[in-house]
């Protein structure tokens, strides 16, 4: 009776773990379309499953352009917009208390243009609320996720210059 009893409590813990457990396949299909307007629900659960089937994960656009999803792991994602727009996103473990009670926030680099480049980093929670804090990328300069590690990177266009590592400390991106 008591073994029984354990064995049901592990499995409710488990459970529950498992159950909260956010990833990036969820909150990217979850995300209103006033983020990424050119991508509907549709277009990205469509993406989502082509990913997940081993195909090719390319859709047509609200402007019937060719949109790919190029890396989904669960806590990282790389979208192709178009020529010149490239999105990544990053799931971020957070240690503060959000407004909404989201447990993680999300970083998304935005790069666009084709030359110049550039990247605009915005903040949001695992709920789409948007964050005050993003960091600001001066003109000229692109950044980039890792996939691996909680860090952002920043490098002039050139590349001549050293690149500007930041590290996720739960709350803020800070400099290495």
Known sequence: MIMNRIICNLLLMIFAVSASAIEMKDVFSAMPDSVLPTLTRNNRLDMIDFKVSGMKAEVNDVFDDKSTLDTLTADYLHITLSEAVKVEMKLLPSSSQLADSASHVICMVMTYGKQPIESKVTLFTSQWTPLPSSPTIPDNEIATLS?????????????TEELTVFKWNGVMFNKD
């Open 147 to 159: 996939i691996s590690s909680n860090t952002l990177t920043t490098h002039p266009m050139q590349q």
